[in-house]
């Protein structure tokens, strides 16, 4: 999301692998803290349902994280440690369904998400389809 072509930054990357039972695996690594540069890659279990691809929020699947500071993977014990902290704050929504949609508005790609049981509607984000070859990352973009 958020795609910086001349930096080839985004707030967010994600990878998708088919499963036989016709569900995806999603990877995603997503910058939780810009100014610090850390970000948290995991992995989870999704479903297209509708034209949206929906997963719910496991908190197994965090716990399983690897947390990132400027592009270095934390050493296994501040992992566990950053990982035992997003654990906690994102507990209200274990076992939430999250799904996310894409279309165009204004000649733009955006994707827009939604969690069950969470009454917010959020702006869509800019989002772009990127070879994994191309060089992207997760970070903050250089031009803020």
Same mark, same amino acid.
């Given at each position: 999301m958020n795609p910086d072509? *001349? +930096?080839?930054?985004?707030?967010?990357?994600?990878?998708? &692998?088919? !499963?036989?039972? =016709?569900?995806?695996? /999603?990877?995603? /690594?997503?910058?939780? &803290?810009? &100014? *610090? =540069?850390?970000t948290l890659e995991m992995t989870s279990v999704v479903r297209n349902e509708g034209g949206a691809l929906c =997963?719910?929020? *496991?908190? +197994?699947?965090? !716990?399983r994280g690897i947390v990132r500071v400027n592009g270095a993977r934390l050493p296994p014990e501040r992992n566990a440690? +950053?990982? +035992?902290?997003?654990v906690q704050r994102l507990a209200p929504m274990a076992g939430r369904k999250a799904c996310e949609t894409l279309r165009f508005q204004n000649g733009q790609l955006m994707k827009f998400g939604r969690v069950d049981q969470v009454n917010m509607t959020l702006p869509g984000k800019p989002v772009r389809w990127v070879d994994a070859a191309a060089g992207f990352r997760v970070a903050a973009s250089a031009r803020r």
């Open positions: 072509l *001349q +930096a080839k930054t985004c707030s967010s990357l994600l990878s998708y &692998a088919p !499963r036989a039972d =016709g569900s995806l695996v /999603e990877t995603g /690594e997503v910058l939780v &803290a810009p &100014a *610090q =540069g850390i =997963g719910v929020v *496991q908190l +197994a699947d965090l !716990r440690s +950053a990982l +035992a902290s997003l």
